[in-house]
């Protein structure tokens, strides 16, 4: 993608209508560019936390009831920091964007996203066996 080194529409900065602006000179060449190279990989932490239990009761030698229950826990950050590319390969200057981080005039790292959603699970659950008719 291309970062633009200019402020956006209204001096805005960091990812405005579909297109990147620092408000600064990022690379430190002393010109501000309206073009520069740049990756914008995404990035996933997940931490999760589960559990599952039963309990199982023999009746009678025909007859058995299970009960269970699970819970499980995700929380999902989800960022999207631009970094440089390395303009002889093409690839990104770093493994992980977020370690080198373009920075807008305010010093803020420009993402195309950064957002947390949990996902969260209670499951109850219920199992009958039995033999109603001997042969």
Same mark, same amino acid.
């Given at each position: ?35 520069? =190279? ?5 990035? $996933?932490? &997940?931490? #999760? +936390? @589960?559990?599952?239990?039963? =309990? ?5 030698? $025909?007859? &058995?009831? #299970? +009960? @269970? ?67």
């Amino acid at each position: 993608g291309k970062l633009s080194e200019l402020s956006g529409p209204g001096g805005m900065v960091g990812l405005v209508n579909g297109n990147y602006y620092a408000g600064r000179d990022v690379n430190g060449d002393g010109v501000i560019s309206s073009s520069i =190279l740049m990756g914008n990989a995404s990035e $996933t932490e &997940t931490n #999760r +936390i @589960g559990l599952l239990t039963s =309990l199982r009761w023999k009746i009678n030698p $025909t007859n &058995t009831l #299970r +009960i @269970g229950y699970s819970y499980d826990r995700g929380r999902h950050k989800q960022t999207g920091e631009i970094t440089f590319l390395n303009p002889a390969t093409g690839y990104y200057a770093t493994y992980f964007p977020i370690d080198l981080a373009i920075t807008d005039k305010y010093g803020n790292a420009i993402e195309k996203r950064n957002r947390m959603s949990y996902a969260i699970l209670h499951q109850v659950s219920g199992e009958y066996n039995g033999k109603f008719f001997d042969a």
